[in-house]
Nanobody, 127 residues
Framework: QVQLVESGGGSVQTGGSLRLSCAVS????????MGWFRQTPGKEREGVAG???????RYAESVKGRFSISQDNAGNILYLQMNNLKPEDTAMYYC?????????????????????WGQGTQVTVSS
């Protein structure tokens, strides 16, 4: 059974940093199979960071240059380093995973392409 558990969220002031972690069990996913999303009440889940089929990082335009996604060598933990946080980054953050095959036409920032989700970790950024 695939399980994803996020941690590392919290409350920070504008300009602060947080590192989110997602512990994975039940399967060893490649970078192409995982990503980070966020959601605020009443809005669609937004793709934040992921890897394309060439294993290059992809980011939402709003976080580019501030966030960084990575995976540990064993593939058991997915990270999201968030720097220079802004109030608009406030959201529930989720890690997501999908099983192979990973087709070239898949969009790593599209929520509907993922089948497994964690429970989320809250990030709140105050002015």
């Amino acid at each position: 059974q695939v399980q994803l558990v996020e941690s590392g969220g919290g409350s920070v002031q504008t300009g602060g940093s947080l590192r989110l972690s997602c512990a994975v069990s039940g399967y060893t996913f490649s970078r192409r199979g995982m990503g980070w999303f966020r959601q605020t009440p009443g809005k669609e889940r937004e793709g934040v960071a992921g890897f394309d089929t060439g294993r290059l990082t992809r980011y939402a335009e709003s976080v580019k240059g501030r966030f960084s996604i990575s995976q540990d060598n064993a593939g058991n933990i997915l990270y999201l380093q968030m720097n220079n946080l802004k109030p608009e980054d406030t959201a529930m953050y989720y890690c997501a995973a999908r099983l192979p095959p990973y087709y070239r036409y898949y969009d790593p920032l599209r929520a509907s392409e993922y089948n497994y989700w964690g429970q989320g970790t809250q990030v709140t950024v105050s002015s």
